[in-house]
C-alpha cells in the first residue's frame, strides 16, 4: 500500500506492517485536534515516501500498545525499522516529520 496512510485495525495489523522494513506509526484519536491538524502531513508523507509504511493508529483501538511505546497521549509518532523503534516524537511540527522521514528512508 505504498503511497497511501494504512489504518491499522487491531494488532495483527501492527504486526504484519511493523515486523519488516521501515513505517513510522501515528498515533491519533478522535478528540485530538493536534493530531487532526497533522492528518494532512501524514497523508503527504505517505505519498512523498512510498518506501516507508504510514500507520495510523486509533490510540482508543491501542491502548496496551501505546502503553508498551510510552505514548502517553496524541499524536504521537513511532519511527521503526526491521521491528525495532528508533525514534518517537511526542508531537511533531511537520518539519520535524520530514526530517524524521527522511533520516528512516536513508538508514540501512
Not at 47 to 72: C, G, N, W
Amino acid at each position: 500500500m505504498a503511497g497511501k496512510v494504512i489504518i491499522c485495525s487491531n494488532q495483527s495489523d501492527w504486526d504484519i506492517h511493523t515486523r519488516s522494513g521501515k513505517a513510522m506509526a501515528f498515533f491519533t484519536a478522535p478528540w485530538s485536534g493536534q493530531a487532526h491538524k497533522l492528518s494532512p502531513t501524514v497523508r503527504d508523507l505517505a505519498m512523498e515516501y512510498p518506501s516507508i509504511k504510514v500507520l495510523q493508529l486509533d490510540m482508543r483501538h491501542f491502548e496496551s500498545l501505546a502503553r508498551t511505546r510510552e505514548v502517553v497521549a496524541p499524536p504521537a509518532f513511532l519511527f521503526i525499522q526491521n521491528g525495532n523503534q528508533i525514534k518517537k516524537l511526542d508531537t511533531a511540527k511537520p518539519e520535524q516529520l520530514y526530517d524524521m522521514m527522511e533520516q528512516l528512508q536513508m538508514a540501512t
